[in-house]
Every structure is written in C-alpha cells, then in structure tokens.
C-alpha cells in the first residue's frame, strides 16, 4: 500500500512539530486560516500519496524549472513526500521502454485514481507529427493517459492557453489541453512559467481536499488568480499620483515610479505574483525594473508588444479629493 505523506516524513526523521509547521505554512499559502490547519494535517496523515504522471508537450521546461525552486511548501517534501510522482521524463532515471512502461503500469493500477500534470500543449496538424512522445503523436499519448485519470492540471501558459507555439498563424495547431480533453476536471494554472509556490499549492490543495480548487472562469485557482496583479502592486500609489517611468534609463525609473506607460500589464492581470513573488519572496519582475508582460492571461503573445500599453486606464491623480471626483462623477452623470 502507498505510504502517507506523514508516514513519508516521519521515516526521514521530520518532527510532529515541524510538521505541525508546515502544515501551518501550507494554509497561509493557500490563503485558509488556522481552522485549515487541523484539516491539512488529518488529510496529510491518513490519506495515501497521491499517483502522478506528468507529461511534456511541446514546451521550453519552465514550469518544471519553477516547480523545483518553490520553497513554502518545500518542493521535496511534495515531490517526495505528498506525490508518488511515477513518470516524469524530465526528472526520471528511467528511459526508453522502461520509462513508457511505468505509465501503463499507474494506469493500470490506480485507475480513476491518478493525476495527470501536463506541461505543455498537442500540436494537432499533420495527424500531431510536430510532437512525437515515445515514438508516438503526443495528442494520442495525452488522450489515452487522461482517459481514466481522476483530474487534470494544465501546467503554465503553454498547456492552459497555448503560448508562444499558439501564437499567430499557429502554423502546428498548438492547442490548449482543455480543448483537447473535454471530459475532466481541469485545473488552469497559467504562467510562463507559473509560480513555484503556487504550483506546489495547487497540488497541496487537491491532495488535502479530494477536490480541485474553485476555479474563475478560466479555470484558474481563485486562492492564486483572484486579484489583478496592480491592486497589490507596491508601485500602485506612484500610478494614482500619475507618476510615470517614460524611458527606461530616466530620473523617474531610478526612483521607482510606475511603469504602466512602459507597457506594463499589471492592470489588466490577474496573478499572486505581486503578493507570493518569486525566487523564494526574493524579488518579481516590476521589483526588478520590468513591467508584467501579462503572461498569464490568454493569447498574450498576440496582445502586441510588451512595451505597448494595451488599455487606457485613468487615475484620479493624488491632488484629488473625494469631493472632486464626486462633482465630476455627476457632471458626468447630468451631461
């Protein structure tokens, strides 16, 4: 029989008290209060590691690049510990037959009862010859591994919106898992790539829970995709006041004003990276000088360019005061 997560730690001489600690770490990471936490530890102790097989379309590896650095929840506690992660081509030993094998052997298995991870997307022209997986098309291997799986997670921008490879003329129809497996429960958790941590929640989530978080209307986490990324952007009283960065090397860009005239996407994304950062809370890319290039919302690679804005979007300016913005309001509304 499968260990339990708990079963997993305690063998590797992890403490009640830490796990108690990382049980704790794990509900403020996935946005639950300290009533969770009795609940994750329950789940954690008595429910078997869950089965996962984690397939690669056409896609650079960002994602499983990201999902190794995350650090709350602790990526070798979930790989290790909460997943029996069975087939991974990027992290296994095995290749060759050997590899392919270990796929039917979890289906056969734990039918109805396994998670397939995919990174990635199915080019369906020519039959799915742009994407051969084991010396098959890899549309073909993606149908058959997720027909008796129990959900779904479409890893980063590729595998939830097609990406860069779906991008304008699409010449392999690259196409979104969730247009090709019609069928199951599907977790989006887009990004390019997604935020370790947020990966990592995900999984912790679905493991304690026995269900797929609840979903926006992409089919985005909710706990992780909520919020735009500019209402909880440090950067954000600069753009109320109308202070902008105008060239990249200018006096306001060294004192850190906003850079939405930059092309920044941040109001128009929704994504935990302004509140979870990146690199462990290091840092994220407008900290670093960079507006949000919107990657993960959809068909972000045909919105134009990075530096381009995309909307127009008007602040009140740090000299108004409510009485101002409501005489304006209703001249507006009278005219």
């Known amino acids: 029989m499968t260990e339990t997560f708990y079963e997993v730690l305690r063998r590797q001489g992890i403490t009640r008290r830490s796990f108690m600690k990382f049980c704790s770490l794990t509900a403020t990471s996935l946005g639950l209060g300290s009533a969770f936490v009795p609940k994750i530890a329950h789940a954690l102790e008595t429910k078997p590691r869950t089965p996962v097989i984690w397939l690669h379309g056409l896609e650079c590896t960002c994602c499983s690049e990201s999902f190794i650095r995350s650090a709350h929840p602790l990526t070798k506690d979930v790989v290790l510990s909460m997943l029996s992660l069975d087939y991974d081509d990027t992290l296994m030993a095995a290749a060759g037959h050997q590899a392919e094998a270990i796929i039917e052997e979890v289906k056969k298995k734990y039918k109805g009862n396994y998670i397939v991870a995919v990174e990635g997307n199915p080019p369906l022209n020519e039959d799915g010859m742009y994407c051969i997986h084991g010396g098959r098309p890899f549309v073909e291997v993606l149908k058959e591994t997720c027909a008796d799986a129990k959900a779904i997670i479409s890893w980063g921008a590729c595998a939830s919106y097609g990406c860069v490879q779906a991008a304008k003329p699409n010449p392999t129809r690259a196409t979104p898992v969730h247009k090709v497996i019609t069928d199951k429960p599907i977790v989006r958790v887009p990004g390019c790539p997604p935020i370790a941590e947020v990966m990592t929640g995900v999984v912790t989530y679905m493991l304690t ?121 209703a001249g507006v509304v009278g005219a």
């Open 209 to 329: 829970f026995d269900r797929i978080p609840e979903l926006d209307r992409q089919g985005r986490p909710k706990m992780f995709y909520g919020q735009r990324i500019h209402d909880k952007c440090y950067r954000r009283p600069h753009f109320d006041a109308g202070q902008f960065v105008e060239n990249w090397d200018d006096d306001a860009a060294r004192k850190g004003y906003c850079l939405y005239k930059m092309g920044c996407k941040g109001p128009t994304t929704y994504n935990a990276c302004s509140s979870m950062r990146w690199n462990g809370g290091v840092s994220w890319p407008v900290q670093s000088g960079h507006g949000c290039i919107g990657c993960s919302e959809e068909g972000f690679w045909d919105k134009g360019s990075f530096y381009d804005r995309v909307t127009d979007i008007k602040q009140f300016g740090v000299e108004s005061n409510a009485d101002k913005v409501g005489g304006t309001a």
